[in-house]
Structures are given as C-alpha cells and as structure tokens.
C-alpha cells in the first residue's frame, strides 16, 4: 500500500514538474512584455498630452486626469493579455516541433523589443509598438492557417470534383498540401526574421552613431595648437 502511495507521489511530482517546465517559455516571456507596457504607459503619460494639446488648447493643464490615466492603462493592460493570449493559443494549437518554433520565435521576439527599447532608448516606444504589433499579427496567421488548413483538409478529392465541375487529379492533391506545407514553413519564420533583423539593424546603426557622436566630442575637446 505504501509503495502504490510513493508511485503515486512520484507520478505527480513528475506530471507538476513537466507541467511547470511547460510554463517556463510564457513566465520568462512575461517581464519582457510588462516591460514593454511600461514604456507604452509612459509614452502616453508624457509625449501624447503635449501633442494634444498644443496649438488648440493652451489653457488645459497637460496631465491626465485620473480617469483618462485608468482607461489608458486598461487599454494597455488589455491589447498586451490579448497578445499574450493569442501567442499561447498558436502555441498550444500546434504540436511537436511547430510548437516548439511558436515558442522559441515569441520569446526571442519579446526578449528583442524589451533589450533593443532598453538599448536604444530614443525609440523605444516605436521598438515595443512594432514588437507588440508583429507578435500579435505572427499568432493570427499561425491560426488564420490552421483553421485554412483544417477546411482543406476536411474536403475529400470527391466533393471537390462536385463543386469545380470535374475530377481532381490525386497528383493535384498532393501537390496542394505540399504548398500548404511550404506556407506553414513560410508562416513560422516570416515574422519573427523580419522583425528581429529591424531590431538588430537599429541597434547597430544606433551603436555607430553614439560611437561616431563620441569620437566628434573627443575631437571637439582636443587641444588646440
């Protein structure tokens, strides 16, 4: 009886264990994502109300009322969890190594918005908007394509014969989910190299320019003959 006990025990240490593993991808992805609503959050505490306001209305204070600031902070709070939601559920509507790419490709995209809005800090808040845009657009494609997929793939050769007017070849057929496939492949890494390499390029020329602003000022400090 006590040995059944212990096996039991075991087994789900095992199954909370793997579980919690499972959740490690979303709980490191999570402080970069929080990260990127705070520069949001102080993007429209501070830069939007001055270009609201001036030139049409001098005389209204520039700081948000308390209520514009709570329907602000909710609108954030709420497009960054449909974000975070949308990426889980392309995650867990894929399997084996699709999934596995979902994952590695969202988190590498949230870790690059935060470090690159960290990093280059006069366009941060654009770093973070696109971040937040693209991963929300690489979840909706991921599942635009499967549920296309799944469509497809519910028809047989025979209803589709009915509904173009003539028989459709097997080859034909075969030749479809192939295409399906390259899309899928096409679909998995569209997004994320497009984006990471936008974060890579601006960092870098970020990188030459602080560098050549640097090299300026020590010339400008040289002592003249």
């Not at 690159?116 to 654009?126: C, G, H, K, M």
């Amino acid at each position: 009886m006590m040995h059944d006990v212990g096996v039991y025990l075991a087994n789900g240490l095992i199954t909370l264990g793997l579980w919690l593993l499972s959740l490690l991808p979303f709980a490191l992805a999570l402080p970069f994502a929080l990260y990127g609503m705070l520069v949001e959050a102080r993007h429209e505490i501070t830069a939007r109300p001055f270009a609201r306001y001036i030139g049409k209305d001098l005389d209204r204070p520039w700081n948000r009322s308390l209520w514009e600031s709570r329907r602000m902070m909710f609108k954030l709070l709420l497009t960054y969890t449909l974000t975070f939601v949308m990426w889980i559920t392309a995650v867990e509507v894929y399997a084996r190594v699709g999934r596995l790419i979902i994952l590695f490709m969202g988190l590498l995209m949230w870790a690059a918005s935060a470090v690159t809005a960290y990093l280059v800090v006069d366009q941060e808040t654009s770093i973070v908007v696109r971040g937040r845009y693209s991963i929300l657009s690489y979840a909706a494609i991921l599942l635009l394509y499967r549920l296309i997929q799944g469509a497809i793939y519910s028809v047989s050769p025979a209803d589709w014969a009915i509904a173009l007017g003539a028989d459709v070849p097997m080859a034909l057929g075969q030749t479809a989910m192939g295409w399906l496939h390259v899309m899928l492949i096409l679909a998995l890494l569209m997004v994320p190299v497009a984006y990471l390499s936008w974060t890579a390029q601006l960092y870098l020329v970020h990188r030459a320019r602080m560098r050549a602003d640097e090299a300026f000022a020590r010339y400008q400090r040289r002592p003249q003959p």
